[in-house]
């Protein structure tokens, strides 16, 4: 194989804290600045109890990833697991690709969120074609930043990890300060108070917490990577609840439910008006652009980097089209072309829908692996993923409820995908392992 097409590793290049900045820089970029309003539209005041009870949920799945990192720290995170639990097989394949896709999502989840938030400052988007343009945009910038290094991606992403958590904590604490009251009224969730609608808004809380799977992707470049990829994500996840719960009382304390459900897609800038007027709306325009940036430059590394490692391990078609470089950079430019079309042509609250049903289907699969086939191998007590599981099926259950009797269009998207996924998974991997055959069959008739 000539240089030119492996994948390069760093062993050791991210340090502790550099894995945390990635970590909370992925999940704080996604989940805050456009799944408040979401969540609050799903569930009416009692949002914020979403936000923690995804925490949960979030926190019994990180014991598999963590389990299965320590024993098996490697840069392909996700696929390699699969790989673990399920060997050459469609189930590999198959939920290696949801999270794939999954991920690829979130960038464009957050590629329209950046033109949401950058729209405030002219007005809003009334005729809804800026939003696009712009999230494209930024998409095509970061795959431009992401043509250089390791180290320059690294920087970028700790200095917006830094300004931007600094920045949301300032909103967070500014906007229960200056709150008349931080009380959010329990008593009348209004009609969408059903127990399905609140899983299905924990369910999308799910996807604000879910970059905690960006630390068990860079692996084996994480220094002392036994110890330090779990303490990471703890880290993470921690430092995550207590943001979310702040801002969350924040919002739900200067804005009234429907002002909340209006503003969805840029809740928090709304939710700063009222607060600190105009030039709160702008701070926090500016930190929603800076966030949203940073978690798409931090995103389509680790994504595109997930692709080459599936192409590696012969689990997914490669076609260099040719283009020169290593497959790396090719996995890059299949990732965001399919993050452009998908921020051209989908809202926001559409692309969060596909995202939670890829992810969390993805999710209990690594947990059954976990249960089924690695429980020895990785030491793991069985009570955990089984938890993990049942909270699993829970929240996906209650979001495809309510979508169902919502959006049903996004569910067919979801199932026709998935579908196609499974189907071209299963051609390639039947004509993969028949040439193979092919090609001992004739390496033995030579040696006869």
């Known amino acids: ?19 945390v900045m990635l970590g909370t820089g992925v999940m704080i970029g996604a989940g805050i600045f456009a799944l408040t ?40 995170g996700i696929g390699m697991y699969l790989h673990k639990a399920y060997g050459d097989r469609l189930p590999t394949a198959f939920n290696a690709l949801l999270m794939y896709f999954s991920m690829v999502i979130a960038q464009s989840f957050l590629a329209r969120t950046f033109g949401s938030y950058t729209m405030q400052l002219f007005g809003g988007d009334d005729s809804g074609r800026m939003v696009p343009i712009l999230g494209v945009s930024l998409i095509l910038t970061a795959f431009l930043i992401n043509l ?43 009609e969408a108070g ?6 299905g808004a924990t369910a999308l809380g799910i996807l604000a917490f879910k970059g905690f799977t960006t630390i068990t992707n860079s692996g084996s470049e994480v220094k002392d990577p036994h110890r330090n990829v779990g303490r990471a994500i703890i880290i993470s ?24 459900i209006e503003t969805q897609d840029y809740s928090l800038a709304a939710a700063a008006r009222p607060a600190l007027g105009d030039y709160g ?66 809202d926001l609250s559409r692309i969060a829908a596909l995202g939670i049903v890829f992810y969390l289907i993805m999710d209990i699969a690594i947990h059954w692996g976990v249960l089924r086939y690695l429980r020895q191998d990785v030491k793991a007590k069985a009570w955990v993923p ?25 569910i067919g998207v979801a199932v026709g995908t998935m579908v196609l996924i499974a189907v071209a998974e299963q051609i390639f991997l039947k004509r993969s392992s028949e040439s193979a055959q092919a090609s001992q069959d004739q390496s033995q008739a030579h040696h006869h």
């Open 281 to 346: 709306v702008w701070f926090t325009v500016a930190i929603a652009m800076m966030a949203t940036a940073g978690g798409i430059l931090a995103s389509i590394f680790a994504v595109s980097r997930m692709l080459a490692m599936l192409t590696e391990m012969k689990l997914v078609p490669h076609r260099h089209f040719g283009m020169p470089g290593s497959i790396q950079k090719h996995t890059l430019v299949y990732t965001v072309i399919l993050g452009l079309l998908l921020t051209a042509f989908f």
């Open 194 to 199: 059903t127990v399905g609608n609140f899983l």
């Open 386 to 410: 089984a938890v993990a599981i049942v909270l699993d099926l829970m929240a996906l259950g209650g979001f495809l409820w309510v979508k169902l009797n919502t959006d049903p269009f996004v």
């Open 1 to 19: 194989m000539n240089d030119d097409r492996r994948t390069n590793y760093q062993e050791g290049s991210l340090s502790l804290t550099g894995t």
């Open 237 to 260: 996840i921690a430092a995550c609840v207590v943001i979310y719960t702040l801002v969350g009382f924040a919002v739900a304390s200067n804005l009234s439910l429907p002002e909340i």
């Open 148 to 190: 250089l290094s390791n180290r320059m991606i690294q920087g970028v992403a700790s200095f917006i990890g830094v300004v931007k958590i600094g920045g949301i904590l300032i909103i967070g604490l500014v906007g229960v300060w200056l709150a008349d009251s931080v009380s959010v009224n329990f008593s009348e969730p209004g």
């Open 37 to 76: 309003g979401q969540m609050a539209q799903m569930t009416g005041v009692l949002f914020p109890l979403a936000f923690l009870m995804a925490a949960v949920i979030v926190s019994f799945s990180a014991y598999s990833y963590i389990k299965i990192s320590n024993a098996y720290p490697s840069a392909g």
